[in-house]
Every structure is written in C-alpha cells, then in structure tokens.
C-alpha cells in the first residue's frame, strides 16, 4: 500500500508570489528577522490541556478578544485582536500567562506556482525526452511505474489548495466528492484560481485516456479541500482547520499542500503532527526560489518537503 502512496512526493512544484484582497498585516518574525504577512488583528492561541473551558472563556473576555473560531482537534483557537492593540502586544500578554501553551500570528500562505494547461509531451517532468530543451532522462521515470501501478481508488489524496474545477474532464471522475471550501465556508471546493486544478491535474489527472494531461497516479480519487482564494491567497487557521478535518476523513492517506510561507508556526506543526498521527503522509511544496529559506508547512517535522528542479 504505501508503494502507491510514496509516489506523490515526486509532485514537481514551481513558485509563483500573489496578493490578494485579504486583509494583511505585517508582523516582525524574530526567526527571520525582517516582517511577514499575517491576517490583519488576528492570532491563534492554544491553552495548556489542564485549561479548563470557563476559564478560556473568562481570560479571552478579559483580554477583550473574541473567539472567531476553534479547532477541537489540537485545541487551537483563532481570536480577533481588539483595535487598541497590536498582534505583537496581544500574543505577548497571552505569552506571559503561565496558562497559555502558545500564541501565534494567523500567517498567510500562498500558492507555490502558476497555473498552466499541458499535455502530455509537455509534461518533461514526468518523462523528459529533451522535448522542451533539457537534459533527456531528468525527470521522475513515472512511466516505468506504470507499467506495475497506476494507483487505488481506495487511496484518497486531500488536495489542500484553492480548489478544483469540479466539471474537467480530466479530474471529474477522480473526484472523492465535491470537497469543502474553507473560504466561503461551503461544501462545494470550486475552482476561482487554476491553482489547485493543476495541481489536482499533477496528482491524479486519469491517464491513458487520449486528452489532457496524466496524473502521476490517476487511479487514486482526490478530496478537494479550498483554502486558497481566488489570488491564492489563504491563512494558517482555514489550512490547519482542512488538515485535521481531511486526516480523520476515512480513506485519506495523502495530504497534499502546495502552497507555504517563510514563518513556521507551533499551530501548523500541531496539525501536521495530528494528522501524522492518524496515519497520513503530509506533503508540502518548498518553493522555487534559490537560498536556504524553509518554507512552511513544508519545513514542518512530519512533512515531506518537496523541491523543484528546472529541465537542467
């Protein structure tokens, strides 16, 4: 089973930068040394597990923060920062109380490459024969796997992105369900980008059937799972909300996010960690840009962090 299953961590990622109409603000990352984008007066907090409910309660109304939502699963909450206060001030204060596990900026993760419809000869990644000018032979030698596998419809991938188009011919039959979309808060995980739909094309597009493009494995099913908008923007709170969600869906083995940011943030790494624990390989795009930057979730622990290389 997991012969069929490691063969996503071969997805070939390229990087693209979008801004969105999100409200952003810029937070100072001492990691990093320099400002990062996080949603504008808003922060994630967990409390320590002997932290009861009522007390929760009584400390954020103290704080004058409201709760804006929560995530059960590793006991994550999402809070408006009040207007006299900066995010910098509010996660200090949640800091400094001996009840609080952590408190987090809600960072602001980005889709990690530009949509593009290909086909087959094009897709030098799959199987480079030199035919867009690179070197014969650098590419992941997927068509030798297929002669022994194309996949299992009881592998279910979860696309974490920015949705898929539910109508393309090429994704239509491959589809787990419609999905949920974590931007508009419904059960219909459509496309407004083209990100996650090539993306979802790379994964499990059906093969050998004359159109389009083939997915690496294309007899797997996929569970779309929007946490992108329509720049491709999208926020740890609705990514970490899908990864928990999509590891307790039954039949999810693969969790697939092609999208990051530069900040590593304890909330995700409890997420990757929850869904981990459930049994499914978490696999993360690093993005395309040269130097020694970690991407995340994709620098997370028990992530696959997944390169890219040019047609060398």
């Known amino acids: 089973m997991y012969r069929k299953i490691i063969i996503f961590a071969l997805i070939m990622l390229l990087d693209c930068r979008v801004y969105g109409a999100m409200k952003v603000a810029s937070y100072y990352s001492k990691d990093l040394k320099k400002n990062v984008d996080v949603v504008a007066g808003e922060m994630l907090v967990k409390f320590k597990p002997h932290v009861n409910r009522g007390r929760i309660s009584a400390f954020t109304a103290s704080m004058n923060n409201e709760v804006l939502d929560e995530i059960s699963e590793i006991g994550v909450y999402r809070l408006r920062v009040p207007p006299d206060k900066t995010i910098e001030e509010a996660i200090a204060l949640y800091e400094a109380d ?51 596998e194309t996949g299992d419809s009881e592998i279910i991938i979860a696309v974490l992105d920015s949705g898929i188009d539910l109508d393309h011919p090429d994704l239509k039959d491959r589809l787990f369900s419609k999905g949920k979309d974590y ?25 050998n059937n004359g159109t389009g493009v083939s997915g690496v494995c294309w007899n797997c099913l996929i569970l779309p799972m929007r946490v992108l908008d329509e720049n491709g923007n999208g926020n740890d709170n609705d990514i970490n909300k899908a990864i928990t969600e999509a590891a307790d869906q039954a039949g999810v083995r693969v969790i697939n996010l092609s999208l990051g940011g530069p900040d590593n943030s304890a909330a995700t790494e409890d997420a990757v960690n929850y869904a981990h624990g459930k049994g499914c390989i978490v696999v993360a795009a690093m993005g395309n840009e040269e130097g020694s930057i970690v ?18």
């Open 183 to 207: 931007v508009h808060d419904d059960d219909e995980a459509d496309d407004e980008h083209g990100h996650g739909t090539h993306v979802a094309g790379i994964v499990a597009a059906t093969g």
């Open 295 to 312: 991407q995340y979730p994709a620098g997370c622990k028990n992530a696959i962090a997944v390169g890219a290389i040019n047609k060398v």
């Open 98 to 148: 001996p009840d609080v596990e952590y408190a987090v900026p809600n960072y602001i993760r980005r889709a990690f490459f530009d949509p593009d419809d290909t086909y087959f000869d094009n897709q030098w990644g799959l199987k480079n024969t030199g035919q867009s000018g690179g070197t014969p032979g650098i590419d992941i030698a997927v068509s030798g796997v297929w002669e022994y």
